[in-house]
Antibody, heavy 116, light 112 residues
Framework: EVQLVESGGGLVQPGGSLRLSCAAS????????MGWVRQAPGKGLEWVAN????????YYVDSVKGRFSISRDNAKNSLDLQMNSLRAEDTAMYYC?????????WGQGALVTVSS | DVVMTQSPLSLPVALGQPASISCRSSQSLVLSDGMTYLSWFQQKPGHSPGRLIY???NRDPGVPDRFSGSGSGTDFTLKINRVEAEDVGVYYCMQGSHWPHTFGQGTKLEIK
């Protein structure tokens, strides 16, 4: 059974940093693009970042470029999102998603709240 | 960025009646290899989105056959043959052909 379990969410002040992690199981991690999608409270869905199977290709949405960094550890079947210089508008549920443009499996989400 | 425009944004439907959601992209989603990465998702309150349809018209395992997807190029449709109470939620289309992948605004389906 495919499982994606996010962790690391929480409350952080504007300008602060947070690191999200996603533990993957039930499939061959190295076969898939992995990424992060976020959803602000009561709003729609937005792709944040995507990373190729071996980490060679990485994509970010413009609003997070230079502040967020996606990475993966294929030995540990894990995906991370390092978020720096956080802003109020980054407040959202962050979902770990398998298979990029196909988005076939989603985690339960990690809530990030940026507030003073 | 490719803009995905859904309509309607609110969809009240009586039980047993059909429903249809339109999704239009600002540019073609057909890639040079002929693939079209257009998916449909259902999100129930308090839950993660779940994929219903991929590559325009392929139903995911376990998705009831009352759900169907169609379309090509820039024009796509999700249809529900006979709406059931469990279909209440928000439906999103998403294009995965171009980066950044983008979603429609969402269509809230409710029972009339």
């Amino acid at each position: 059974e495919v499982q994606l379990v996010e962790s690391g969410g929480g409350l952080v002040q504007p300008g602060g940093s947070l690191r999200l992690s996603c533990a993957a199981s039930g499939f061959t991690f190295t076969h898939y693009y992995m990424g992060w999608v976020r959803q602000a409270p009561g709003k729609g869905l937005e792709w944040v970042a995507n990373i190729h199977q071996d980490g060679t290709y990485i994509y970010y949405v413009d609003s997070v470029k230079g502040r967020f960094s996606i990475s993966r550890d294929n030995a540990k079947n894990s995906l991370d999102l390092q978020m720096n210089s956080l802003r109020a508008e980054d407040t959202a549920m962050y979902y770990c998603v398998r298979n990029g443009g196909q988005s076939d499996y989603w985690g339960q989400g990690a809530l990030v709240t940026v507030s003073s | 960025d490719v803009v995905m425009t859904q309509s309607p944004l609110s969809l009240p439907v009586a039980l047993g009646q059909p429903a249809s959601i339109s999704c239009r992209s600002s540019q073609s989603l057909v890639l040079s290899d002929g693939m079209t990465y257009l998916s449909w998702f259902q999100q129930k309150p308090g839950h993660s989105p779940g994929r219903l349809i991929y590559e325009v018209s392929n139903r995911d395992p376990g998705v009831p056959d009352r759900f169907s997807g169609s379309g090509s190029g820039t024009d796509f449709t999700l249809k529900i043959n006979r709406v059931e109470a469990e279909d209440v939620g928000v439906y999103y289309c998403m294009q995965g052909s171009h980066w950044p992948h983008t979603f429609g605004q969402g269509t809230k389906l409710e029972i009339k």
